[in-house]
């Protein structure tokens, strides 16, 4: 397995890309707060053929961090390289929501969904899969919290949480 990495860091900010290789596919995993500073050559050093972004670990885009996605992923499209957006965090559902073409091409394969427990009041994320999803009507099922083991409920609007899914 091929691993490598870059690290960007500018005004105390750290957003880092790490990367494996899976046969013709390219895993890269984002951690960090995508601003101004948020470099993304790494994804395209050297040409995948296939790229699977894991994003369940971006808490934060900026209005900055937004305009270097859309260029980076805007030039990953031109190389029509195939890009699947896994385990997306709320913060890149919103993103998804508000702007048409966020994506830009990029299939979203998965979202982290937020997810409250009424007797403890923990709240939690939980994957998952878009095609599930819309099997299942934008309707989540309650799920076991993991602090108290009683049901907890999705805790969203799924008509606002899954907008981007109804518009296809």
């Known amino acids: 397995m091929n691993r490598g990495g870059i690290v960007a ?38 040409l995948p053929k296939e790229l699977h972004i894991m994003c369940k670990e ?18 990953i499209q031109t190389k029509k390289i195939p890009v699947k957006l896994i385990e997306c965090s709320s913060s890149l559902v ?24 009424s007797k403890c009041k923990s709240d939690f994320v939980a994957t998952n899969k878009c095609v599930d999803i819309k099997a299942k009507n934008f309707e989540l099922p309650d799920l076991i919290c993991p602090k108290c083991k009683s049901a907890a409920v999705f805790d969203d609007q799924p008509e606002e949480y899954f907008q981007f899914l109804m518009r296809k």
């Open 9 to 46: 860091r500018v005004k105390g900010q750290l957003i880092q890309i790490t990367k494996e290789q899976k046969g013709n596919v390219t895993i890269a995993r984002i951690v960090g707060i995508i601003d101004e500073s948020a470099k993304f050559d790494a994804l395209l050093t050297p």
């Open 58 to 75: 971006i808490p934060r885009i900026s209005s900055a961090g937004v305009k270097a996605w859309m260029k980076a992923f805007q030039d």
């Open 94 to 117: 919103e993103q998804i929501n508000w702007i048409s073409n966020f994506t830009c091409g990029a299939t979203v394969e998965s979202v982290m969904c937020p997810y409250n427990c």
